[in-house]
Nanobody, 123 residues
Framework: VQLQAFGGGFVQAGGSLRLSCVHS????????TAWFRQAPGKGREFVAG????????YYTDSVKGRFTVSKISAKNTVYLQMNSLKPEDTAVYYC?????????????????WGQGTQVTVSS
C-alpha cells in the first residue's frame, strides 16, 4: 500500500485549500484514513479521519466547522477540504491509513503514511 498526499500550498488567512490522499495497492472497506499535521517545533497531531465503511467522520476540536474530510471510494481517494484557514493551521499535513474500521487519534496505530504536504497560512 502506498499513499500519496498533495494539494498543499500558500494561502492567506481566511482562504481555502483541498488536500488529496490517493491510496494504491491493497484496498478494503475495513480501513480508516486520517489526516495528521505537524507544525514547526511540535509533535504530530490528529486533524480528521474517516471510516471507509460507513463514511463516519471525526475531527479535532480546533478544525470543527472549518475542515471537512470526505472520500471517493472508486478513486481510492480521501480529501481534506480546509476553509477559513488560520495561521495556526500552518503545518506539514500527512495522510495515514490503518486496517480496521476505527479512526484512532494516535499516530502509532496507523500502518501506512503519505509523504506529507506543506500548508502555509499567512496572517
Amino acid at each position: 500500500v502506498q499513499l500519496q498526499a498533495f494539494g498543499g500550498g500558500f494561502v492567506q488567512a481566511g482562504g481555502s485549500l483541498r488536500l488529496s490522499c490517493v491510496h494504491s495497492g491493497r484496498t478494503t472497506n475495513d480501513a480508516a484514513t486520517a489526516w495528521f499535521r505537524q507544525a514547526p517545533g511540535k509533535g504530530r497531531e490528529f486533524v480528521a479521519g474517516i471510516r471507509w465503511s460507513g463514511g463516519n467522520t471525526y475531527y479535532t476540536d480546533s478544525v470543527k466547522g472549518r475542515f471537512t474530510v470526505s472520500k471517493i471510494s472508486a478513486k481510492n481517494t480521501v480529501y481534506l477540504q480546509m476553509n477559513s484557514l488560520k495561521p495556526e493551521d500552518t503545518a506539514v499535513y500527512y495522510c495515514a491509513l490503518r486496517w480496521g474500521s476505527t479512526v484512532h487519534r494516535t499516530e502509532e496505530l496507523y500502518n501506512y503514511w503519505g509523504q506529507g504536504t506543506q500548508v502555509t497560512v499567512s496572517s
